[in-house]
C-alpha cells in the first residue's frame, strides 16, 4: 500500500503533497504577507520579532532559514549580522523575497530552492536553522527534522515557529470558528484564493500538537528541547540543541 499524509483534512498519497502544496504557495506568493497581516491583524510580526529574539542571531553565524520564502525572518536575522541562506521549496515564493531584499536594499543574502526533506548542504554546515510558519506543509516532517539535525554543527540550534492549538477555553472556539469559516473568506477577497486558505487553517487543525511535536524533536536527535506558546498555543516557538 502506498503511504498516506494529510493536505488539509484530506489524505493523499504522500508521493502527491509536494505538489499540491506547492500549488497552493505558488497561488498566494504575490499576496503572502498582505494575507498574513489581515489574517492575524499584524501580529504575525510580532510573533516573528519574538521568534528572532529567541534564536539570537549572532554577527558572522551561518543560518539556514528554511521555507523562508518571502523572507521576513531572514531580514531580521540579516539586520544583526548573520549570514543567512533563505531556502525554499517553491520558487515562487523565493521570488518574492528576492525582490523584496532588492527592494530593502539587501544583498547578503544567499538563495537557494530546496526540499527540507533531502537537503543539498554538507552536513555541520551552519550555525542556526530556522523554519516559521513552515513545517506543518512538509510531507515527511520526520525527515525534515532529521536534515534539520544534519546540516547543523554540534552545539547548533534549531528554532521553528508553528502554529498550534490553543489551550485557552473559550479562545479555541472563537479560533477555530474564525479559521474555517473566515479565513478562506479574507483569502477569497484579498488574494482571489480560498481553497488554498481554507488548506492552510485545515493544516494547522492536522499538525500534531505541541507535546507531541517536540517529541518529533526528539526523536530526530536533538537534545534540551523547549516549547514557548503563544496565544495559549495557537502559536508556539519549539527549540533544540544538537549536541
Request: one cysteine or more.
Amino acid at each position: 500500500m502506498n503511504e498516506t499524509v494529510s493536505f488539509g483534512y484530506q489524505d493523499v498519497d504522500a508521493s502527491e503533497k509536494t505538489a499540491l502544496v506547492g500549488e497552493v504557495f505558488s497561488s498566494v506568493a504575490a499576496k503572502y504577507d498582505i494575507m498574513n497581516d489581515a489574517m492575524s491583524g499584524g501580529m504575525h510580526r510580532l510573533w516573528k520579532d519574538r521568534f528572532v529574539r529567541r534564536v539570537k542571531p549572532q554577527a558572522g553565524e551561518a543560518i539556514l532559514d528554511m521555507a523562508g520564502g518571502t523572507g521576513d525572518i531572514a531580514f531580521r536575522m540579516a539586520e544583526r549580522g548573520a549570514s543567512v541562506t533563505v531556502s525554499d521549496i517553491n520558487q515562487d515564493m523565493l521570488d518574492v523575497g528576492i525582490e523584496r531584499a532588492l527592494d530593502r536594499g539587501i544583498d547578503s543574502l544567499v538563495w537557494s530552492r530546496q526540499n527540507a526533506e533531502e537537503l543539498t548542504f554538507s552536513s555541520r554546515s551552519f550555525d542556526a536553522y530556522t523554519i516559521a510558519f513552515g513545517i506543518r506543509n512538509v510531507t515527511q516532517i520526520d525527515r525534515a527534522l532529521v536534515e534539520a539535525h544534519r546540516v547543523l554543527s554540534y552545539g547548533g540550534r534549531f528554532y521553528c515557529l508553528e502554529f498550534s492549538t490553543t489551550e485557552w477555553p473559550g479562545f479555541k472556539q472563537a479560533y477555530d470558528s474564525y479559521s474555517h469559516r473566515l479565513m478562506p473568506k479574507i483569502g477569497k477577497a484579498i488574494a482571489g484564493d480560498e481553497d488554498s486558505y481554507r488548506y492552510l487553517a485545515e493544516s494547522i487543525r492536522r499538525f500534531p500538537k505541541m507535546p507531541e511535536f517536540e517529541a518529533m524533536i526528539r526523536a530526530a536527535g536533538f537534545a534540551r528541547t523547549r516549547v514557548e506558546p503563544i496565544l495559549g498555543g495557537a502559536v508556539a516557538i519549539h527549540s533544540g540543541w544538537k549536541i
